[in-house]
């Protein structure tokens, strides 16, 4: 097989026919093929990793409709896109070892797909245009269909350049049949960065920002002294490029795009969602943060969290004031439901504004949103601070093989890259981390940028250092190094990438590539 992926249109038949066809039809070599023979979506580990997986005997449905939806967002009317008529997708639940089954129904004019964000899945579902599938044609159809293997907090959504900065996504929530928490009811909580139909289009912020900040040789920080009404800069035609955003917590420089609103579970804060319970009881936040550009730092005015899992993995509890999401980690967390109206709040890291739910307990006024606190100090942790749960840490064992990989590029041109490279898709083997399976894989982010990368590995989890959390994205700050490790348990060709969309789109991925 050569060691160009195959785009004919296998994909369309079964899984198990997909693989076949795809077998028997890999036969040309590729001439400008080099390096290894690898380990590609279609070989039979793939479908042989599958068939070991927990199976519970049952299969949850879902279909799936990408299409252009009219909705409103405070108070404003506006055109996107995302599923099923929604402003934040169906949310998706089922139990560990469940059979997934969604019909993905492109309505849309161009092609997408959808990457499931978190799981350790059969490769060939793991929704990457070019590398795991062929995109899905406008008007076509596609299944994706894959079991469950893990419990916890997940999310799907469209991995087609820009598309998940309209609202093409949604939330996956795999629940354990053997729970061991102790909880009344779970709030869902998506959260997002919203300017599509507002101020512009997701593409025309990539357009804005692409021209870089070499703009007659000033710098991030010298043009951070004249932010417009929403934090963006003013003057020299730039709408969306945010200037002098800071954030401590992340090490300097907070973000790149200014928002006019943020979203909790698809609502600016005029018209915030109320999860209804009642005094007493203990509800699960399970807090996804869904946004191309932004932290959040999410806390419950003069109340703790009790932080239980990051990232769909158990932790060791940890009690907070506040807790900060990079874009694509999630957050589980306990709090203790007490009379009246309480507020649940998730502030933009070093950017203004704010998102907003309320936990209601039918009593009492509603604050607005005007009175509510705009900073949360205290204990304030992410989740790459947190410990594993000694029931999901790695065994002690040597690395195999090392990969340093060097969060590169910067601001000046809007080039980001890893060791100094710009990821293509046509070329995905180019620079590849080429590991194989049964190997304890270390990789050392190392970061030479001035910005922090929230780093996301697919099909896998990796554990931060010796003993902390288990985890899918991790936050690496500025001239900073995270240490992680996993075990190559998942074979085939899998990305790693900053899951800043901007980043990401201008270059800051990298291909994990199974060889035999």
């Not at 076949?20 to 039809?25: K, R």
């Not at 900040?213 to 000033?218: A, D």
């Not at 090490?251 to 209804?276: C, I």
């Not at 907070?320 to 009246?340: P, S």
Request: proline share 6%.
């Amino acid at each position: 097989m050569n060691n160009q992926l195959n785009r004919r249109h296998f994909l369309a038949l079964s899984v198990a026919g997909a693989a076949a066809a795809a077998l028997a039809a890999c036969t040309t070599p590729d001439p400008a093929a080099t390096g290894p023979e690898r380990l590609l979506p279609t070989d039979p580990a793939v479908a042989e990793t599958e068939s070991q997986r927990p199976d519970s005997g049952s299969t949850v449905k879902q279909a799936l409709n990408a299409a252009s939806l009219t909705a409103t967002v405070a108070g404003k009317t506006v055109t996107t896109w995302g599923f099923n008529a929604m402003l934040a997708g169906p949310v998706i639940r089922a139990r560990s070892g469940d059979r997934l089954n969604v019909d993905l129904a492109n309505g849309l004019p161009e092609e997408t797909s959808i990457h499931w964000h978190g799981l350790a899945l059969r490769n060939d579902q793991d929704g990457v245009q070019h590398i795991t599938q062929d995109p899905v044609a406008a008007g076509a159809v596609f299944s994706y269909d894959f079991r469950l293997a893990h419990p916890g907090t997940y999310w799907y959504h469209s991995h087609v350049e820009l598309q998940r900065e309209r609202a093409l996504y949604g939330a996956l929530i795999v629940e354990d049949p053997e729970e061991p928490l102790t909880y009344d009811k779970d709030w869902v909580i998506i959260l997002d960065d919203w300017m599509d139909g507002i101020t512009g289009t997701p593409e025309d912020v990539l357009a804005e920002l692409s021209q870089g900040m070499s703009m007659g040789g000033m710098d991030h920080g010298s043009m951070g002294s004249s932010p417009g009404p929403s934090g963006g800069a003013m003057g020299m035609g730039m709408k969306h490029m945010l200037m002098g955003s800071r954030s401590d917590f992340l090490g300097g420089d907070a973000g790149d795009v200014s928002y006019p609103f943020h979203l909790f579970n698809a609502k600016a804060p005029d018209d915030a969602e109320v999860f209804a319970a009642t005094a007493g009881e203990v509800v699960r936040l399970r807090i996804i943060n869904a946004a191309g550009d932004t932290a959040y730092r999410v806390g419950i005015p003069r109340r703790k969290l009790t932080l239980i899992h990051t990232d769909g993995f158990p932790v060791q509890h940890q009690d907070v004031d506040a807790v900060v999401l990079g874009m694509g980690e999630r957050i589980d967390a306990l709090v203790t439901v007490g009379e009246g109206f309480t507020p649940v709040l998730a502030l933009p890291e070093g950017k203004t504004g704010k998102a907003l739910g309320f936990i209601g307990t039918g009593t009492g006024k509603k604050p607005l949103p005007a009175v509510l606190p705009d900073s949360l100090g205290g204990t304030v942790m992410d989740g790459g601070q947190l410990k594993a749960d000694p029931a999901v840490t790695l065994s002690v064992k040597a690395p195999d093989r090392t990969h340093e990989l060097k969060l590169t590029g910067g601001m000046d041109k809007y080039d980001w890259g890893i060791n100094g490279n710009s990821f293509a898709m046509d070329k995905p083997f180019e620079h590849a981390f080429e590991i194989k399976a049964g190997e304890r894989v270390q990789v050392d982010f190392v970061n030479d940028t001035d910005m922090w990368h929230p780093m996301h590995l697919h099909g896998h989890t990796f554990q931060v250092g010796a003993d902390g959390a288990r985890k899918d994205t991790v936050i690496v700050r500025p001239k900073q190094s995270v240490r992680v490790f996993f075990d190559a348990d998942n074979p085939g060709q899998w990305l790693v990438h900053c899951h800043n969309a901007f980043h990401a789109e201008r270059g800051m991925m990298a291909l994990f590539s199974y060889i035999k």
